[in-house]
């Protein structure tokens, strides 16, 4: 093997890297409120009567579950943009990560609403709570409890899926900033495995920090 | 003004390059279903100090993302000039990341087969690899079978990704076109139609098994 190893000038470059994991958690975390709010959106869409609401939560799912996520970022990135929305590559993958996102955690939710009994509701609306004050009250903090493993798996498959936006151009994210040193630099195989040992913790630390969560959240 | 849009042409060049995918899709999944039966075996029956470090092996390509997973292994083909195509490379790459989900989903499967049906094979006088092989195999696959088929559909969304290391698999096929034509919808649009075309049958078959499956 004829290749030396140059961890040093990697590592000098460790407050970029740490700057730019802090962007990649950034997008995950904007790309995940937006889509638990969408997802929930669309799973009750999926209960409603109106065959217009049910038709777009059926395209949203289907959509997001049988293209690549690359492909959303894509669509989004240039298939827009010919529409004339052109959107930078920062809000192009967010909206890309959402869409993913919102199509796969609408599963959950749907299932974690059938899970709970139509009885329970029944009785707070008897009780004289209004149909949001049921929701929030009584629907939402079971349905949290039910998806909240769903959503966990999901924040970590966000944070990967951050990777893809250097494929659109972005350069100040976890990904974009390491492609940009490996640009300058040519240390492909030390920048990147700098970053795969971050994104690595990343995606531990979201793992761990659920699982200590659950512990108090669901302690009942 | 020269008129290049869309043509027949076009639409084969992108059917060549959903070729790729699948034939990508295809080994990667052969080999990776194959490690993953191992790995699987190994993971629910070997003794702790292999199922242990083998679970945080295979951890780590979960806990990655593939496009860098792709760039160090080419970057690691280089250095130590091994020489593979970027077509090996890929399909190595994501055959060891469909392994290391198949071995959880095996896991999950041999883990399904209850206690009392194994040791009643056993009490009946079969060896321990007749009652791996004609007990607990054919139970755990009604487990494992519609988890394997929407693995298999995830690892064939993620071939678009090997499009980084320059293999013109269909996306990079749509986008060599939209770099001529300039109607990223029209063809972004019939590249997802394919994506669509390959995957949803599939997946639909996989929840009809385990609806099937379930009732009984």
Redesign the interface.
Known sequence: MHYTFHWETAFKAMPQLLWGAATTLEIAALSMIFGIALAIMLALFAQSQNPVLKAIHVTWVEIARNTPALFQVYMVYFGLGSLGLRLDSFPSLVAGVTFNNAGYLAEAFRGGLHAIPETQVRAARSLGMTAPQVFISIVLPQLFRIVFYPITNQIVWAILMTSLGVVVGLTDDLMGVTQQLNVVTFRTFEYFTIAAVLYYLLAKSVTVTARLMAGRLFRY | MLHMSFGANDLIFMLKGAGVTLAITFWSVAFGTLLGLCFGVVRSEGPWYLSAPLGFFLD?FR???????F??F???NS???TNLPVFAIACVVLAIYTASYCTEIVRAGILAVPQTTRRAARSLGLSYSQDLTDIVFPIALKVVLPNWISLT?GVM?????V??IGITEL?RAS?TI?TRT????LV??I??AI??AM??PV?RLGMWLEKKWAAQ
């Open positions: 780590i806990s990655v993302p593939l496009l860098i997973q760039v160090l080419n970057a690691a250095m130590f000039a559909l969304k993620d071939t678009s990704l499009l980084w996306l986008q939209v300039q109607e990223p919808l972004l649009a590249a997802g994506y669509f995957s949803f997946g």
